[in-house]
């Protein structure tokens, strides 16, 4: 509930007198007062839209009936909200609703029986009646009929007779069912900024649609599924979820696909997740998710291609073998290839305390530093530096007056993180965009910079220069120096950006109270990675000199964070401790002497096979497809799908997916969130920790053995301070390196830095797994990308 | 003085060919090389009587009626050649009286003062008629913006869109509203099937609408104004876009307008799509921002929240048109016009069975029955006056026996019409109440936005019923859920289109709901309108056998040999209603 100054007034409602805060609407003012008012059209965190009527009220000295949802309260306001009369028109209005809406199940006599014994197929057509609708069972329209004992409709039905659509891989849009409560035009307006949907025609024949007719995908749809989320009825429904049936429990987890690590709801009935997002009943909260944490955790969790089993590989073939004579084979040959033999490649999809189990085995059983994550940073040190940021919370960017987003497509690497981005530019924030390429982002930028690919350094550089003189900023002495030698014109040559473009970015900086830089993942993945970090820390600096500056790095993967901290890295142990420096207080933890030489990154066990004396792997998740690997002795892989990669591997494990999985993990804003369980995981399959363990115990180790998650989450909450101290911003001046601008820019090489494919689950490319969704992806590529 | 030729070239006056009619003036008058000016205007009002030509010589003013190009050329060897005008064709003249003296008689022209007398396309030609006098008032007086906003309350001017809400105070309202950026929209929209009034005065002086804004943008302080044209109207579009280039030309808009430090005030055109609901402020506000013409729930009234979320003000063109007249005659001139509580004129378009149909201003006060009968000129072809509709589709027909009501806001709704933008529909005794109330209906659920669940589904299930009535399948307790469905939709709609819709069912059942009962219970339309309820039989009298109605009734449905009396199969007949039209023995009759 709003307060705009914190006023509160004394309003009556059915009698009761109750206080609420002044800008408070009426229906506001009686959820205080725990009253009920039937509503269709409202819905929290929208805003109110007074087109169903359903929540008219009577107001003493006020002529008609106002709707609850628009009306706001005054001082001494005296509220009805039950009258006879007014249930009365709430009946008439929610008849002349199912008078265009099939609603022969909703007032017939045998529904009770009906619903029990009839035999639902749900994959009809057209829907004809509630037991063949989606919706059944959490439909707001039964709710209403129910509340308002609807018995009989006095007007003959109606029946659209529109042809369902469709056309995308993850919901169907049957606008027979729809109400035109306007929820679904809403949210994809107001709150994604998608901008897809629309009212089309006039009257009767008003409906949902796209503007110009066209498809959703052509009309930009963002298959956020908000729509999906809010709607009340049947009309929008989840594919997956017209299999299954009505959800009968859920579970709160958070979605690992991103590090912007969304809180999200899995509705599930028996064993199957029915559909991903809001709670039951409550359409709007959680919040809305994307494309990834909305549709694609149900197809992955019940994908038909899953492997269940161990396997081996017999020549090519995959034989089912027995856990027993799995871990018979993997340990006869970790015995073999052991120390610095050995390897760890895991993923920044997985829980901390995988990722902790992981490394520790590594470093404790198999006594080598080869442990890393797939893919990296080329900056190996860059998870560490971050750390000396403070992290920006995704709920503070609205409150940011300038934002400063460079190197990135957030709309698809981090469409919540957009969305705020989108939301503050909407709160009329200065937003300046800066990639080698166009994206969805620009839509929602005041000034649009588009720089040579690979020329980032560089074009921070122009501002960090002009930044200075403009606003007179005094820097070591050595950065000063270095700043004199940039020659302007060079500069705007080697980007293609011009100094007038890039005065105006400083003068949208200048006003500025609060301005946030989002750097994008690409700037960490180009060979200018160390540049690009050092320079925007300056940049840092210098904005800190005159406004409040906040530093977000997008990262990728929802554990990325998480998982480096906690010492899936080849120089790091846990908490950034450098293996170099013989750091001790592990080796006393886990009572070993850890080698004091760094291991190998992924690359470094990947490219120089043969001959590193590297020779046997452990993979979590899966790689890019890599001959190399070919080269390996001995290769187990564990995960969900068979891939290219799996035919170098020896023996194959089945894996959990996280929404099976129990743990944690560390999003963006470095907070630590839950991965809980919503559904079982195929019976033969074990969690990465407990395969493990499996392995320690018979090559007779006893200082690696866990039975719970739990118990790994409190070794590491014991010896690692997971929660982030947020109250000390420190900002960082790192060295100016100088990159050279002068080479002409047709000399220059220039870096094609691909755009890296953000529908991956552990090293797994979602595109391949739901073929539907990779010719989604092409075409959005085609048009945005 | 040199004889000036003045051709009417409203949209009307194009329609009726007057367009060729100027063209071949100009080609005569080059070709002869003749002495006179040739100039244009735009409509007067007697669209019974278009295409109009004007003669002004020496002598006095002569307007030509039904004018066509053959007739052109006769004015001008016989008027302008020989000096004799052509009485016959005179519908007006100072010098003598014509029959359709009675239409302009007790006319009043304050709004439609410059209409089919200048040229719209000419900024020198209002100026001429004390054009941009008012504004200069204005600034030469130094007239406060309180003082223009008193003026305009005292002269009772209530807005002429529809809702009759006093402009002054509207005007107040959005002045009290402080804000560095304001607006002022004139609404001319006009969506309501058969009005014209605004249409005329935009293409007939489109300058007045332009100073009239000018005006209230200097009272509320409003830094940019909109003119919201439906794009059907192209004419008006066009010399409004004409009339703004003059006015910035003259530096009546611009930057310190006419030397009134701080006063920048500019104009665009904004075209509107034609929706009937983008005529609501509110909806024309979204339509204005590029979002579909939806109403939103007031308040916040636009004068607090409105274009922009900046205080805006919304005025119709018959309003801001009378705005420079008031200003400069004075509140109290003004005020002389009309009744206690609605003062000054109106402009009524009368369409329907009127023998002179066309564009009327008279005063407040003036009985209906006079604006019919005597301006009107009557029923057509000697009919009977059964009834007319006010306000279009949210109006609400008045039957003949309160034609005594007189034109002023508070007596038209008490008659459950409304005095709406001013259109006037007459009708007949062969025309059917329900049939007006369903054209009117299927009308405002077509238009219906469909936001509001009773506007978009209870419009739809009362047209279902009319049209069930109208075609033999209406019930006993069709009337009562008639009225149920309206109140509910009066009273529960979100905006004026839903508020009102139900009034022409409402008033028609007020006034004739033993059209209703007979509709129901006899299935018989006793204006014989309703196809299906009506029998078609052959008049044995006056049979001749001629077979035409047997050869042309699209179903074979007549029977009878050569030179026998026919007859029609009851069962086989649909009612079309061909044998009628073509019988030429008056032997089919209707019943
Ligand atoms: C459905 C609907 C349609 C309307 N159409 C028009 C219109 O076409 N022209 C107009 O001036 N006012 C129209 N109005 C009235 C306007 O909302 C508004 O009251 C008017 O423009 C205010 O100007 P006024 O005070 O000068 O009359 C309409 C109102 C409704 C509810
Ligand atoms: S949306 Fe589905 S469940 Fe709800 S009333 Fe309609 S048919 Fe029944
Ligand atoms: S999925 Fe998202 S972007 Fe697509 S229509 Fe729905 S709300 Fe809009
Ligand atoms: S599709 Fe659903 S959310 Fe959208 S308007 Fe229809 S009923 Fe409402
Ligand atoms: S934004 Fe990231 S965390 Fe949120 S739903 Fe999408 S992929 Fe998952
Ligand atoms: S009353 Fe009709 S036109 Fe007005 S908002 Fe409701 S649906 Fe739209
Ligand atoms: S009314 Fe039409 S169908 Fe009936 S008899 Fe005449 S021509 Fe035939
Ligand atoms: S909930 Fe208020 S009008 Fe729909
Ligand atoms: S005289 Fe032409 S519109 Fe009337």
């Known amino acids: 509930m709003k307060s705009d100054k914190g006023i509160y007034i004394s309003v009556e409602i059915d009698g009761k007198q109750i206080q609420v805060p002044e800008g408070s609407t009426v229906l506001d003012a009686a959820t205080s007062a725990g009253i009920y008012i039937p509503t269709l059209c409202y819905l929290k965190g929208l805003k109110s839209y007074g087109g169903c009527r359903l929540c008219i009220v009577e107001i003493k000295n006020m002529i008609g009936y106002p709707t609850a949802c628009t009306t706001p309260v005054t001082n001494e306001m005296e509220i009805s909200t039950k009258s006879p009369e007014l249930q009365s028109i709430r009946r008439e209005i929610l008849e002349l609703i199912l008078s265009e809406h099939p609603y022969s199940c909703l007032i017939c006599n045998d529904k009770k029986e009906c619903q029990d014994f009839m035999y639902t197929t749900r994959k009809v057509t057209v829907t004809t009646g509630c037991n063949f609708c989606t919706s059944n069972g959490g439909c707001e329209l039964q709710d209403l009929v129910e509340y308002l004992d609807l018995k009989d409709i006095r007007f003959p039905i109606t029946y659209r007779n529109v042809q369902a659509i469709k056309n995308n891989p993850f919901y169907d849009l049957d606008y027979n069912l729809c109400i035109l409560c306007g929820r679904c035009v809403r949210i994809c307006n107001e709150e994604r900024y998608s901008g897809v949907l629309a009212f089309v025609q006039r009257g009767n024949s008003t409906l949902v649609g796209t503007a110009f007719g066209e498809s959703q995908i052509e009309a930009g749809c963002e298959y956020c599924g908000a729509c999906v989320d809010v709607c009340p009825t049947g009309s929008l429904s989840e594919k997956m979820g017209s299999w299954v049936g009505v959800p009968t429990d859920s579970t709160t987890s958070t979605c690992i696909l991103c590090s912007v690590g969304c809180r999200m709801n899995i509705n599930t009935k028996g064993n199957r997740i029915v559909n991903i997002g809001p709670r039951p009943g409550k359409r709007t909260e959680p919040d809305q998710l994307c494309i990834r944490g909305k549709f694609i955790p149900a197809d992955i969790t019940h994908h038909p291609e899953r492997i269940i089993k161990p396997l081996i590989n017999k020549n090519g073939a995959w034989l089912e073998i027995t856990w027993d004579q799995a871990i018979d084979i993997i340990t006869k040959h970790f015995k073999e290839f052991s120390g610095n033999d050995f390897g760890i490649i895991g993923s920044a999809h997985d829980t901390i305390e995988n990722s902790y189990a992981l490394q520790k085995f590594c470093r404790v059983v198999m006594g080598s530093n080869n442990i890393d994550l797939s893919p990296t940073y080329n900056d190996r040190s860059l998870f560490k530096k971050v750390h000396g940021f403070q992290p920006v919370g995704i709920d503070e960017i609205i409150g940011f007056d300038a934002i400063f987003i460079i190197g990135s497509n957030a709309s698809v690497s981090h469409p919540i993180i957009e969305n705020r981005v989108r939301k503050a530019y909407h709160h009329d924030a200065k937003i300046i965009t800066a990639h080698s390429h166009l994206n969805r982002t620009y839509q929602f930028s005041n000034e649009r910079i588009i720089y040579h690919p690979g020329s980032e350094n560089i074009f921070l550089l122009q501002i960090l220069k002009d930044l200075k003189t403009a606003q007179n900023i005094k820097f070591p002495k050595d950065i000063s120096d270095a700043l004199k030698l940039i020659d302007k014109k060079h500069a705007s040559t080697a980007t293609g950006i011009k100094q007038a473009q890039i005065r105006k970015i400083i003068e949208s900086l200048a006003p500025a109270k609060k301005i946030l830089i989002i750097a994008g993942d690409t700037l960490f993945k180009s060979s200018s990675s160390n540049d690009n970090f050092n320079l925007l820390s300056n940049i840092h600096f210098a904005l800190n000199k005159f406004a409040d500056c906040g530093m977000m790095f997008l990262v990728d993967d929802g554990n990325r964070f998480g998982a480096t901290y906690t010492g899936m890295h080849p120089e790091y142990l846990p908490g950034f401790l450098e293996v170099r420096n013989g750091e001790k207080k592990w080796s006393e933890a886990w009572g070993i002497d850890i080698s004091p030489v760094s291991g190998l990154s992924t690359d470094e066990m990947i490219s120089n096979l043969p001959g590193n004396n590297f020779k046997s792997l452990f993979l979590k998740g899966d790689l890019p497809d890599h001959e190399k690997l070919n080269e390996l002795e001995f290769f187990v892989q564990q995960n969900m799908f068979i891939t290219e990669t799996s035919k170098y591997a020896d023996i194959l494990l089945p894996a959990y997916c996280f929404t099976e999985s129990n743990g944690h993990i560390i999003n963006i804003e470095r907070n630590l969130k839950q991965i809980n369980p919503a559904v079982h995981a195929p019976e033969f399959i074990k969690p990465t920790w407990q395969i493990l363990s499996n392995i320690s115990r018979k090559l007779k180790n006893k200082s690696f053995q866990y039975r719970k998650t739990n118990e790994i989450y409190e070794e590491i909450t014991a010896k690692l301070d997971l929660s982030i101290d947020k109250t000390s911003r420190k900002t960082s001046k790192f060295v100016l390196s100088m990159p050279d601008i002068k080479i002409p820019l047709k000399k220059r090489k220039i870096e094609m830095i691909p755009e890296p494919d953000y529908f991956l689950y552990q090293g797994n490319s979602m595109s391949k797994l739901i073929p539907d969704m990779k010719q989604l992806i092409d075409k959005k590529g085609g048009k945005h990308g | ?591």
């Not at chain 2, 003026?151 to 402009?167: A, D, K, M, N, Q």
């Not at chain 2, 489109?206 to 009272?219: D, F, K, N, R, S």
């Not at chain 2, 000129?377 to 009501?405: E, N, R, Y």
């Open chain 2, 1 to 591: 003085m040199e004889t000036k030729v003045i051709v009417g070239l409203g949209s009307c006056g194009i329609a009726a060919g007057a367009r060729k009619v100027y063209d071949k003036l100009e080609a005569f008058k080059k070709a002869e090389n003749l002495q006179f000016e040739l100039k244009k205007t735009s409509c007067v009002g007697m669209c019974y009587r278009e295409p109009l030509v004007e003669i002004i010589d020496d002598t006095g003013t002569y307007l030509y009626g039904e004018i066509d190009e053959e007739r052109a050329l006769e004015l001008i060897e016989k008027h302008i050649n020989q000096k004799s005008p052509v009485k016959e064709y005179v519908v007006q003249s100072d010098l003598f009286e014509t029959i359709d003296n009675e239409f302009t008689g007790d006319q009043v022209k304050i709004t439609l003062r410059n209409c089919g007398y200048i040229d719209p396309e000419n900024i020198e030609d209002y100026e001429a008629k004390d054009g941009y006098r008012a504004i200069k008032k204005i600034a030469g007086y130094s007239m406060s913006r309180l003082d223009v906003i008193q003026t305009v309350i005292e002269s009772g001017l209530r807005g002429r869109g529809g809702g009759g809400f006093p402009t002054g105070l509207k005007w107040k309202f959005a002045n009290n509203n402080k804000s560095d950026e304001k607006y002022i929209i004139c609404n001319a929209d006009e969506g309501d099937p058969g009005a014209f009034m605004d249409r005329s005065v935009l293409e007939g002086d489109p300058h007045t609408v332009l100073e009239g804004m000018i005006i209230g943008a200097y009272a509320i302080e409003a830094t940019g104004g909109v003119i919201y044209c439906r794009a059907e109207y192209p004419l008006a579009i066009k010399r409004l876009q004409i009339a703004i280039e003059q006015a910035r030309a003259k530096g009546y808009l611009g930057e310190n307008i006419l030397g009134i430090n701080g006063f920048n005030f500019d104009i665009y055109i904004k075209e509107g799509a034609g929706a009937f609901v983008c005529g609501e402020e509110t909806a024309l506000i979204a339509s204005v921002e590029g979002q579909r013409g939806m109403p939103r729930k007031r308040p916040p009234f636009p004068a607090a929240s409105g274009l922009w979320k900046k205080p805006t003000n919304i005025n119709n063109v018959e309003t801001l048109a009378n705005i420079p007249w008031i200003i400069q005659h004075g509140a109290a001139e003004y005020a002389k016009y009309g009744t206690e509580k609605s003062k000054g004129t109106k402009v009524f378009a009368l369409a329907g069975k009127i023998r002179r149909s066309g564009l009327v201003e008279v005063p407040m006060g003036m009985s209906i029955r006079d604006v019919i009968f005597k301006l009107g000129g009557g029923i057509q072809d000697g009919k009977k006056f059964k009834a007319v509709q006010m306000g279009g589709p949210s109006g609400g027909c008045i039957p003949a026996h309160l034609a005594d009501t007189i034109v002023d806001y508070d007596s038209v709704n008490a008659t459950g019409a409304i005095m709406g933008s001013g259109g006037m529909v007459v009708m007949d005794e062969s025309t059917c109440m329900i049939d007006v109330a369903k054209f009117f209906l299927d009308f405002t659920q077509k238009e219906s936005c469909g936001k509001c669940t009773f506007c978009r589904i209870g419009t739809k299930r009362m047209l279902e019923i009319l049209t069930n009535i109208t075609e033999g399948r209406g019930e006993e307790g069709d009337i009562e859920r008639l009225e149920e469905l309206s109140y509910q939709i009066k009273d529960n709609s979100l905006c004026g289109l839903g508020q009102t819709a139900p009034n022409p069912v409402l008033t028609t059942i007020r006034y004739f709901r033993d059209e209703y009962e007979a509709h129901i219970r006899d299935k018989k339309c006793p204006a014989l309108v309703c196809t299906k309820l009506l029998t078609y039989e052959v008049v044995e009298a006056n049979c001749t056998g001629c077979t035409v109605c047997a050869v042309n009734c699209p179903v074979d449905a007549i029977s009878g040999a050569r030179k026998e009396i026919h007859h029609i199969d009851q069962e086989v007949c649909i009612n079309c209603g061909v044998c009628f039209t073509k019988c030429k023995f008056d032997a089919i009759k209707i019943s």
